[in-house]
């Protein structure tokens, strides 16, 4: 049997009492990052024989797992934080296991999307969580396009030294809305911040944060400002003026010809 285990996401006690009796009785432990998982197992005298698992090596380390747990091996799954497989290694070994027709289960504990939501005040009856975006500001801006118009409570993993990327990014497609950025979860310095879109976070990022923004209310744009000034706006994110046109003609449902006059005193 194979166990997904949830552990800590910043403080140690976090962990339920089966996710450590799973961990004592196993016979080996596949971990994220063996050096940082070690922390967590030695406060709870845990000393397993432990094997790396993480994302450049999911495909090599899913088959040794499978040849273990054919030979009778009780093996427990752990991520750096969390409920592995959300936004973290795993998914590979599951299909693997499925398709090997191995048993698995999952010992439930702590999540830091549903905790963000939990801290962040907006509605919480419906949400869907997006995990982190992708890398490149095309694919980045395809991937928000799908999610601009949902009118439930949106959630993104983002580390720190892409928040002001992710959140200016975020605010160029969906408009400006009400968002809440949640940062070191459980940990010491847990801090829920407040703020706009269109504002910004307005303090250094630090820590792993959990961007929480409310749905979609009707309007992808700030009917409080004109479309010459929504255009230098998107020009001075990165658009091409072409492109920023573009895109206010479709937010604002009117016809590109009609906003040509904003950009001929640049021609």
Same mark, same amino acid.
């Given at each position: 049997?194979?166990?997904?285990?949830?552990?800590?996401?910043?403080?140690?006690?976090?962990?339920?009492?089966?996710?450590?009796?799973?961990?004592?009785?196993?016979?080996?432990?596949?971990?994220?990052?063996?050096?940082?998982?070690?922390?967590?197992?030695?406060?709870?005298?845990?000393?397993?024989?432990?094997?790396?698992?993480?994302?450049?090596?999911?495909?090599?380390? $899913?088959?040794?797992?499978?040849?273990?747990?054919?030979? @009778?091996?009780?093996?427990?799954?752990?991520?750096?934080?969390?409920?592995?497989?959300?936004?973290?290694? @795993?998914?590979?070994?599951?299909?693997?296991?499925?398709?090997?027709?191995?048993?698995?289960?999952?010992?439930?504990?702590?999540? $830091?999307?549903?905790?963000?939501?939990?801290?962040?005040?907006?509605?919480?009856?419906?949400?869907?969580?997006?995990?982190?975006?992708?890398?490149?500001?095309?694919?980045?801006?395809?991937?928000?396009?799908?999610?601009?118009?949902?009118?439930?409570?949106?959630?993104?993993?983002? $580390?720190?030294?892409?928040?002001?990327?992710?959140?200016?990014?975020?605010?160029?497609?969906?408009?400006?809305?009400?968002?809440?950025?949640?940062?070191?979860?459980?940990?010491?310095?847990?801090?829920?911040?407040?703020?706009?879109?269109?504002?910004?976070?307005?303090?250094?990022?630090?820590?792993?944060?959990?961007?929480?923004?409310?749905?979609?209310?009707?309007?992808?744009?700030?009917?409080?400002?004109?479309?010459?000034?929504?255009?230098?706006?998107?020009?001075?994110? @990165?658009?091409?003026?072409?492109?920023?046109?573009?895109?206010?003609?479709?937010?604002?449902?009117?016809?590109?010809?009609?906003?040509?006059?904003?950009?001929?005193?640049?021609?």
């Amino acid at each position: 049997m194979l166990y997904i285990v949830a552990t800590p996401i910043g403080n140690l006690k976090d962990i339920t009492l089966r996710a450590i009796e799973v961990l004592k009785e196993v016979d080996l432990i596949a971990c994220e990052d063996t050096r940082h998982s070690l922390k967590l197992l030695s406060a709870y005298e845990i000393k397993k024989p432990l094997i790396s698992y993480h994302k450049f090596n999911e495909k090599e380390s $899913a088959e040794k797992i499978v040849e273990k747990l054919k030979e @009778g091996k009780n093996i427990a799954l752990i991520s750096d934080a969390g409920t592995p497989i959300v936004s973290d290694p @795993g998914n590979i070994l599951v299909k693997t296991l499925c398709e090997n027709s191995l048993e698995f289960t999952v010992i439930p504990g702590a999540c $830091a999307c549903v905790s963000a939501l939990v801290l962040s005040g907006l509605d919480t009856a419906r949400f869907c969580f997006l995990g982190f975006m992708p890398e490149k500001k095309s694919e980045r801006v395809e991937f928000l396009e799908k999610y601009k118009t949902l009118d439930i409570t949106l959630l993104f993993y983002s $580390a720190p030294h892409d928040v002001e990327k992710d959140l200016m990014d975020i605010y160029s497609v969906f408009g400006d809305r009400r968002a809440v950025a949640v940062r070191e979860i459980t940990k010491l310095h847990e801090e829920r911040i407040e703020f706009m879109l269109s504002s910004g976070l307005g303090k250094d990022a630090k820590g792993e944060f959990v961007i929480v923004v409310e749905g979609f209310k009707g309007k992808s744009y700030d009917e409080n400002i004109s479309p010459e000034e929504q255009i230098a706006i998107y020009v001075s994110q @990165g658009f091409d003026k072409k492109e920023a046109l573009k895109r206010v003609a479709k937010e604002r449902g009117i016809k590109k010809s009609e906003l040509y006059k904003f950009t001929l005193s640049d021609r």
